[in-house]
Every structure is written in C-alpha cells, then in structure tokens.
C-alpha cells in the first residue's frame, strides 16, 4: 500500500497519558539541593525549579494495542511541549518507514499525516521538555489491523496522456465499494483552467468525472485518488492512493447523420472534411447518441458472435483484417474503413451497426481523431444505453451529478 497522503479523516480513540515516570521514560537528572544555612537568589530559583511538575505526554493509541489501519496518531503534551515525534514502521519489503507529520504552532500537539498501513508493528518516539526546560523521552509502539486483499480496494486510473474534448476522468476498482461518499470525500480533479464538473459513479467499481461543459483545448488536468486506508464499508478500505494526468488535445467532434448518410468532422469550431458513410440496416441499427471514442485499432479481426450473431446466421461474419477501427461502445460499435460497402455510403445504411468509411477516409479519420474525441450520432430510432461506452455527455449535466455520492 501507498504511504504518501495528502489529507486524513479524525479518529477518536482511547488514548494513555504516559507520565515521565513511564516505561521507557528517560528520567531528567536530579536537582542539586541548595544549602539551607545560606539562602540566595539562585538557590530559592532551583528551589522554584524543582516543584515544577514532569511534563506529561499522551498518545491516542495505547501501548501494545491493534488500532483499525483508518486511525489517525496525535500526541499530546501537558505542563510542557513537544520537541519531537519520530512514528515508524518495518515494511517486510522496503524496510523502515518513516511517517510524516505535523507540530500545532505551540508545540503541544503532533499529528500524523497518514493513516496506517495494515498488519505493521509501528513506533512512536516522542520528545519535550517541561516548563523549566528538563528532557524527557518516551516510547509507544502498537500495530495495525491485518487486512486480506479482498479487504483492499485497489483503484486505477484509466485516463491519461493527450486525449479529446469530451474525455472523462476514469477511475476503476477492483472491489466493490458500498461506502462511495467516504472514497469520494478523497478523489479530486483540478484542471487549467478550472472547469465546473462532478463525480458520477456508474457502478459500484467504476466513478467518472466530466466537467459541465465540453473541455478547453490544452487544458491540464490532474487526478488525486487519496484513498489509502480509507474505510468503504463492509470491512473493506482503499489499498493505495494514486494519481494522474492528462492533456486536452484539439477539439474534434463527428457529427454523424445516419438519415442523410453522411458525417461533418469539425475540428476546433470548423468543418474539417465531410465523408459519405453507411451504418445499421434494419434489425442492426446504429445506435443514436453522444459517444466517446474509446480505442484506435490499425486493423482488427472483427468476428459476429462477439455481438450475439452465430455461425448459423445468414448474416455471420467474420473479418480478419478491418482497417483504421475505432471503438464506440462496448456493445461492438465502431467506425472503421469498409471497402466492401463503398457503393452504400453516402446512399444506404447496410452495416451491422457500425459506421463504414471508405479506407481514404478511414485513414484520414484514423490519423486526425483521438481517445476522448465525441461522436454525435443521430437519425435512428435506436437510443444509445447508459454505460454502453463512454455515455457521459449522452445525459445533461444535472442529470449526471444525480450519481455523485455527496
């Protein structure tokens, strides 16, 4: 699991107050008696100074406990201050561990500024003085719940590097997450310039982020999951932070016709190029809908019963070899160069549900569009579903967020 964190949720636990006296205590050196018969200012000082009491410290965490891994450490010291707190840790593979944290201004108060990691042996080493200066020292150590990996949600970020105006942030997880406002309080996205937009989970292990609007080209954007120990419900907690970026490409949308068989390609405002084109005839028809193109194949082996057409059918398929192939939805959608339908483009839609190009103009399309980049398909009476793709920008905004978690 990941050990950096950028932010930490409370916890409230029994703490114990650990007196100079303690186990483990370095005790401050005895004070010199003064001589009675010969009374003195430095004496009566000294004098003062000894009645002063030991400073206190008190962690939140009892010595030799097993404390949830969501548990933030504070230490607290009274009739003195802290001096220094040194938390670590034995990871079996990459050895001691130091946890970072932070001093309150008055140097009573240390906070830890991670959660734990599961199943580590941990040590705190704490540091102060008390109000007439005398050092004191005092260690606890404790350990933190062991978790199996299906207690472990392991997040991944799927968008990345250049991609288009209608790209959303991705963020899947390996295991289902019942507590979605607890991850979502630690999952954030900045971009420049900023942009409104939200969360929206479309499943219990999969949560998008698009902004109101369509994105600004060169627009920068970054991507922190901070869910690290963080609990989702069930038992279960996030296995590791992680983080990640990506660059807003040019702005290319297809607006794609399937009535009037042809498709506009406006690239940064203006009509780049129009292309004939062919799509689902009756019984296959293309779907209408905003989507995102989702993968680039140069060629692909394109084979019927992946989408439910069996061998036995008059209308089987099975290509081995379909040029500049570019994925729409997850139902087998793409737009790709079809020679073999030349003669129907522009005039017919012959297709099993793809958008046929001629192969010019698939290669034009292939070397001109990216991942994130819309296409607007209309002029079927067949809806795109939700989740079949990328269908974020399928709904309004308001509609969207109706599936953020807070």
Not at 358 to 368: H, K, Q, R
Not at 390 to 401: C, G, I
Request: proline residues 5%.
């Amino acid at each position: 699991m990941s050990v950096s964190r950028r932010t930490v949720v409370g916890f409230a636990a029994a703490g114990s107050a650990l007196a100079v006296a303690g186990c483990a205590v370095k005790t401050p050196a005895a004070v010199n008696s003064p001589v009675p018969s010969e009374p003195s200012p430095t004496s009566s000082a000294m004098a003062t100074q000894g009645a002063v009491d030991a400073v206190r410290f008190t962690t939140s965490v009892a010595d030799g406990a097993t404390v949830p891994v969501d548990t933030v450490l504070t230490v607290t010291a009274e009739k003195g201050s802290l001096t220094d707190v040194v938390m670590t840790y034995t990871d079996p593979k990459a050895g001691q561990k130091k946890v970072q944290g932070t001093m309150a201004p008055d140097n009573a108060t240390w906070t830890a500024g991670s959660l734990l990691e599961p199943g580590m042996a941990y040590q705190v080493v704490v540091t102060g003085h008390n109000l007439t200066g005398l050092d004191a020292t005092t260690t606890t150590t404790f350990s933190s719940q062991n978790l199996s990996l299906k207690q472990q949600i392991f997040p991944t970020i799927l968008s990345g590097g250049t991609v288009g105006v209608a790209m959303p942030v991705i963020v899947k997880f390996d295991v289902p997450v019942t507590d979605r406002a607890a991850f979502q309080k630690h999952m954030t996205v900045t971009s420049n310039p900023p942009q409104e937009g939200s969360w929206g989970w479309q499943s219990s292990t999969e949560a998008h982020w698009r902004p109101k609007e369509l994105w600004k080209p060169g627009t920068q954007v970054s991507i922190n999951v901070d869910i690290n120990s963080i609990p989702a419900g069930k038992g279960t907690y996030g296995q590791k932070s992680v983080t990640g970026t990506m660059t807003i490409g040019r702005s290319v949308v297809l607006n794609a016709d399937l009535a009037a068989h042809s498709m506009q390609v406006i690239i940064d405002g203006a009509v780049a190029k129009s292309i004939p084109i062919t799509g689902g005839k009756a019984g296959f028809l293309t779907r209408s809908g905003k989507k995102v193109l989702k993968e680039k194949f140069a060629a692909l082996r394109m084979n019927s019963e992946t989408v439910g057409i069996p061998s036995t059918s008059p209308d089987f398929y099975d290509l081995s070899n379909v040029q500049y192939a570019m994925r729409e939805t997850d139902s087998g959608e793409f737009v790709h160069a079809a020679p073999w339908s030349v003669g129907s483009q522009g005039v017919a839609n012959v297709s099993h549900g793809c958008i046929g190009v001629s192969t010019d103009n698939g290669a034009w399309l292939f070397a001109n569009c990216k991942v994130g980049d819309l296409i607007n398909v209309t002029g079927t009476t067949r809806t795109l579903e939700k989740g079949n793709g990328w269908t974020d920008w399928n709904v309004s905004y308001d509609e969207f967020r109706k599936d953020s978690a807070l």
